[in-house]
């Protein structure tokens, strides 16, 4: 017999397994003590708008019934070491993605990627906290499973039309998520299970005879009569195939700049610019679940999402939290010497003191009238100028440029600042001498509403650390609605952050997968 139950629970309830079985044994009017009873949540959300806070259940029980698993068949991946290839550049969530989906379709993908792999690919991370050197091939952003290998893994995405969300989760779960994704609402893998995670996603490509190649930059297209053959690494190696799926990121200005080269149509695109605001998780724990001491042992670090509309010059625009990170750390997120860029991450457990989110605004076409000269490559200028400012502004090192939240809004430099989860250290600086006026004028604007909605939020006792700026690509590499194809050169598919399609994880994955899909069911026999 199985039972289904939609039920508003105490975190304790929620949380705590054995009483969790116990309230739903109740709600059937069944003993506690039944026997051969399996209880379990497969949708979970916690609602924190009252003063008490509950946690929405869908949930089943079983008696004397063996529940069906959440994880429903895996797909198959049939041996292609000798089918035709595909190629693909990028082995972060798209191209990995797409590497799979290629196989189940019976096509080899050769994927290539400029950093290390993920194990090597530590030492390069340590080597930028803790001695401010940034290797352009293998940092924050480049290397396997690319930016979302080193961050939250947050798996929340509201792309629902990009394809098959629960899909991308069980092939996640197949390879080392835990099955709390598939349950959870908002989920989230985190930053020190993703790499483990990302080693059997490469697995399962190898054993099926893809080829991966690490440390494998591309620095040219081999271009044929508008067509794209292949591409030329940075050995002079020609690498050929039925097309390519080119999945870079939203950080591979080198990429960028040989299209633009090699008169590729690309186009610039908005993006948003501005800070990680850091406070302490316990702060903003009471804020949002009203509670006078701390969460207790059954709640999650508590997140938030704040967005308002500003006035500036006449010009209305929005600034909103990005990449929220409860119980995280903040990263140098920099790809080359002589900038500075921060990220935000968490562990699976989120349990760091610190809170820390992105808050940024948008950066508008017609803001960069003074770069226009830069043609599609205009915000990519726009953005490593400033990332330079803040580099200089830390002192030329990876040492981030900071302010306490309040003397920010009240145009002071602070004398002193707090702890925090940044590494590299930081410097107190005037932020709006780092950010362009139309940013800073907005921040401090949103930052006085945000005081507003979350009472403590705006606080002397918070502190801005920059700057936030690759939110986004600031590059479009345009692609047909439907066959996403580029317009210009068949055989090439933009995909992912970097081609301006997708904006996450799950997201960047389905993209992939689709890319995939129209690459081999337009060019390659089967």
Same mark, same amino acid.
């Given at each position: ?63 004397? %019934?063996?529940?069906?698993?959440? $994880?429903? +068949?895996?797909? #198959? ?6 089918? *035709?290839?595909? @190629? ?111 080693? %059997?996603?490469?697995?399962?490509? $190898?054993? +099926?005879?893809? #080829? ?6 591309? *620095?040219?297209? @081999? ?304």
């Amino acid at each position: 017999m199985k039972k289904n139950f939609t039920l508003q629970l105490s975190p304790e309830e929620a949380y705590d397994p054995e009483l969790f079985k116990k309230v739903l044994l109740n709600k059937a009017g069944l003993s506690t003590e039944t026997a051969e009873s399996f209880a379990r949540q497969t949708r979970r959300s916690i609602d924190a708008r009252g003063r008490r806070v509950r946690v929405n259940v869908e949930a089943e029980l079983f008696i004397k %019934e063996s529940p069906k698993p959440l $994880l429903h +068949a895996i797909p #198959e991946y049939p041996n292609v070491k000798n089918a *035709e290839a595909i @190629i693909i550049v990028g082995a972060g969530p798209a191209g990995l993605f797409a590497a799979l989906r290629a196989i189940e379709l019976g096509v080899k993908p050769i994927l290539i990627e400029r950093g290390k792999d993920v194990r090597a690919r530590r030492r390069d991370l340590a080597a930028i906290n803790k001695h401010h050197v940034v290797n352009p091939d293998s940092n924050y952003c480049f290397g396997e499973g690319g930016a979302g290998t080193y961050s939250d893994g947050k798996l929340y995405t509201r792309s629902k039309k990009r394809g098959d969300i629960r899909r991308i989760m069980e092939i996640l779960v197949a390879h080392g998520a835990t099955e709390e994704i598939l349950v959870d609402a908002h989920p989230h893998i985190g930053t020190n299970k993703l790499p483990v995670l990302v080693a %059997e996603l490469r697995q399962s490509i $190898l054993n +099926a005879g893809g #080829e991966i190649a690490f440390e494998t930059r591309v *620095e040219d297209l @081999i271009l044929k009569d508008g067509e794209i053959k292949g591409v030329v690494t940075q050995n002079g190696e020609k690498i050929t195939g039925k097309g390519v799926i080119l999945a870079t990121g939203h950080s591979a200005r080198d990429i960028f700049e040989l299209l633009h080269n090699r008169e590729v149509l690309i186009e610039a695109k908005p993006f948003a610019l501005g800070v990680r605001i850091e406070h302490s998780q316990n702060l903003i724990d009471k804020i949002q679940y009203h509670c006078e001491v701390d969460r207790g042992p059954y709640l999650p670090a508590s997140s938030y999402s704040l967005v308002q509309q500003t006035q500036f010059k006449g010009k209305q625009r929005g600034v909103f939290s990005f990449c929220m990170c409860p119980g995280g750390f903040i990263v140098p997120a920099a790809t080359s010497p002589g900038e500075l860029v921060v990220n935000g991450m968490s562990p699976s457990r989120r349990d760091s003191r610190f809170a820390n989110s992105g808050m940024v605004a948008s950066v508008e076409l017609e803001d960069l009238r003074t770069y226009h000269q830069f043609g599609p490559l205009a915000a990519m200028h726009f953005q490593a100028d400033i990332e330079k400012k803040a580099w200089e502004a830390g002192g030329k090192t990876q040492v981030a440029p900071a302010q306490r939240m309040v003397d920010f809004v009240q145009k002071r430099v602070s004398s002193s600042l707090l702890d925090t989860s940044y590494q590299p250290g930081l410097n107190s600086v005037d932020m709006h001498a780092v950010l362009p006026d139309f940013i800073s004028e907005r921040l401090a604007m949103a930052f006085k509403a945000f005081g507003q909605k979350m009472r403590g939020y705006l606080t002397n006792e918070a502190q801005l650390i920059g700057v936030e700026s690759r939110t986004s690509s600031p590059v479009r590499i345009p692609r047909d609605r439907e066959s996403f194809e580029h317009p210009q050169i068949k055989r090439l598919y933009p995909c992912g952050e970097g081609a301006g399609y997708a904006g996450g994880i799950v997201s960047a994955a389905m993209d992939g997968e689709r890319c995939a899909e129209h690459l081999i069911g337009t060019y390659v026999k089967r």
